[in-house]
């Protein structure tokens, strides 16, 4: 194996995947490696925790081909101090030999027999997407996501491919206190039959580091794998099994009262209110007056003081009183786009919808406080 490259291109690709060797609990040392592969004119550098795998190509001139897996940490942080400068590497027995214009080292490494195989997915059905619009709606969801591995089908988001006469994707996240639902558009979706899958928040979290603003992803099913591609990289992962919730049963089909407010406005008062709510509670009360068209946000903790905002709204529907979390309230405030928000509210019992008014295709969900 012999082979060279720009620094700057292999210092990119270790960027990509680097960090996920070494994420997984297991005990295998191999996990902590990355393979090198070199190829005709290309270097795949792997990396895997065993529930995800990303592979990414870099150009290389290749004079012999041929694979070793290094230390990812070590062989990473090496070569991002090394200056923007052609990179020769050999591998001579076990070991790798890096040389620069006027440095050298070696890095012992360890067999690629034993590097985990990568399943392969065969590249038939797809769905194709901007990456922006793709990126763009999976950071409006994964903060909805659960952490708990108690309910392992809400460990993960809900992806429902419609048939391509629709080309929709919709994307659903939930902890079961709030949950998004966000509906975008696909370029080509060539699934024969609706499809549904869940896929893990961690392998959420890597595409959406991986991906960037220009191009196209590609999606990919298997029976229980899931590939993303994106320009030269593939990301592998498992797909959670389990039935997601019917969410839409929570959707509140009649709606009470509707407030249309500025966002910014609604966000520094509901922070504002927060300091002053019940610690592990986290409680703020909305007063909703709609022949006044005032918003009354309102915190009480007795063991610090109180607060109040009135704020001006264009209000529909009656006069309406609810209780909600107000960190859940930011989270969904900082993810709606547009400068406006539509607030659906039924009653003090039911979940209220949170809307951005420039957009239709996404909800954000939240469940009140009820009242001892």
Do not use: W
């Amino acid at each position: 194996m012999k082979f060279s490259c720009l620094q700057e291109n292999i210092s990119k690709g270790l960027s990509i995947n680097s960090h996920l060797a070494g994420s997984s609990r297991t005990s295998l040392p191999i996990l902590n490696n990355l393979l090198l592969s070199a190829e005709k004119g290309v270097l795949k550098i792997s990396a895997t925790n065993l529930e995800i795998a990303i592979e990414t190509k870099i150009r290389a001139k290749t004079e012999k081909k041929g694979e070793i897996t290094i230390p990812a940490q070590i062989f990473t942080n090496y070569i991002n101090l090394l200056p923007n400068e052609p990179l020769n590497f050999e591998k001579i027995k076990e070991e790798l030999i890096i040389k620069s214009k006027n440095q050298k080292a070696k890095i012992k490494g360890i067999s690629s027999e034993e590097f985990p195989i990568i399943p392969q997915i065969e590249k038939k059905e797809k769905t194709i997407i901007k990456s922006k619009i793709f990126k763009e709606s999976l950071e409006k969801t994964i903060f909805t996501i659960s952490s708990s591995e108690i309910r392992n089908e809400l460990s993960g988001a809900l992806f429902s491919f419609n048939t391509p006469k629709e080309n929709k994707l919709t994307i659903v996240g939930t902890d079961s206190y709030r949950l998004t639902e966000n509906q975008i558009k696909t370029e080509e979706l060539s699934f024969s039959d609706k499809k549904e899958i869940i896929i893990p928040v961690k392998t959420l979290q890597e595409i959406s580091r991986i991906l960037e603003d220009d191009g196209n992803v590609e999606i990919y099913l298997s029976e229980n794998q899931i590939l993303f591609t994106y320009k030269e990289t593939e990301l592998f992962s498992r797909i959670i099994n389990g039935t997601y919730p019917d969410y839409k049963q929570t959707i509140p089909k009649t709606i009470n009262t509707e407030i249309l407010i500025n966002k910014q406005e609604l966000l520094r008062t509901v922070k504002a209110a927060g300091f002053f709510s019940k610690i592990g509670i986290n409680d703020i009360n909305f007063k909703i007056l709609s022949k006044n068209n005032k918003l009354v946000v309102s915190s009480l903790n007795n063991q610090i003081g109180e607060n109040e905002a009135i704020l001006s709204a264009d209000i529909k529907g009656k006069d309406n009183e609810i209780v909600f979390n107000y960190r859940y309230l930011i989270d969904g405030l900082m993810n709606l786009p547009g400068d406006e928000v539509k607030i659906e509210i039924v009653d003090d019992d039911t979940p209220g919808l949170i809307k951005p008014t420039n957009n239709q295709s996404y909800l954000y969900l939240i469940m009140p406080i009820k009242n001892n």
